[in-house]
T-cell receptor
Framework: AQSVTQLGSHVSVSEGALVLLRCNYSSSVPPYLFWYVQYPNQGLQLLLKYTSAATLVKGINGFEAEFKKSETSFHLTKPSAHMSDAAEYFCAVSDYAGGTSYGKLTFGQGTILTVHP | EAGVAQSPRYKIIEKRQSVAFWCNPISGHATLYWYQQILGQGPKLLIQFQNNGVVDDSQLPKDRFSAERLKGVDSTLKIQPAKLEDSAVYLC????????????FGQGTRLTVV
């Protein structure tokens, strides 16, 4: 079974500071990994995804994430936080193994990011 | 391109009543998901369709929840009878096909059971 652990349910940063949201996963097959963002009363929006190409993945809004197999991690970063980045962020893993498998998408518990002026 | 449409946005019902949610995925998307998101938790997959067939419903409480996807397009999720613990946001998502295609989410339906 696959799972995702997001370390820290709340992260608070100052505007302009580095954003680091942590995600660790477990998967019985080579994982496909995603970060989603959710604004209040909205659905989830894809930020970026890792699909076994480059280990450093760049996404929208200046976010990026690095896949580290040895650490089973996929942490999300942004060099300089903006007030508009305040939202809840979810890491997810898919167990798609090719062939006839379907790839179940499993989410972590989420991290709420607060940005202070 | 139109996104995933869900209705209603909000619903309040009494326990033991029934409720239904509707989802219209992005045109051409073969895979459709229903997730339950309880306050303070990540989304939990209830059911996954590939076209009009179910490929995963292992976490669907089948004694009270049902879902269908007729003609491989729209989908409805029903709860009968509802319990207090069913209060949550129900998210519908779709993706182009199985595999690692990105899932696109609707805005969700917030259900409150009183």
């Amino acid at each position: 079974a696959q799972s995702v652990t997001q370390l820290g349910s709340h992260v608070s940063v100052s505007e302009g500071a580095l954003v680091l949201l942590r995600c660790n996963y477990s998967s019985s097959v080579p994982p496909y990994l995603f970060w989603y963002v959710q604004y209040p009363n909205q659905g989830l929006q894809l930020l970026l995804k890792y699909t076994s190409a480059a280990t450093l993945v760049k996404g929208i809004n200046g976010f990026e994430a690095e896949f580290k197999k040895s650490e089973t991690s996929f942490h999300l970063t942004k060099p300089s936080a903006h007030m508009s980045d305040a939202a809840e962020y979810f890491c997810a893993v898919s167990d798609y193994a090719g062939g006839t498998s379907y790839g179940k998408l499993t989410f972590g518990q989420g991290t709420i990011l607060t940005v202070h002026p | 391109e139109a996104g995933v449409a869900q209705s209603p946005r909000y619903k309040i019902i009494e326990k033991r009543q029934s409720v239904a949610f509707w989802c219209n995925p992005i045109s051409g998307h073969a895979t459709l998901y229903w997730y339950q998101q309880i306050l303070g938790q990540g989304p939990k997959l209830l059911i996954q369709f590939q076209n009009n067939g179910v490929v995963d419903d292992s976490q669907l409480p089948k004694d009270r929840f049902s879902a269908e996807r007729l003609k491989g397009v729209d989908s409805t999720l029903k709860i009968q009878p509802a319990k207090l613990e069913d209060s949550a946001v129900y998210l519908c998502a779709s993706s182009l096909d199985r595999g690692v295609n990105s899932a696109f989410f609707g805005q969700g339906t917030r259900l409150t059971v009183v």
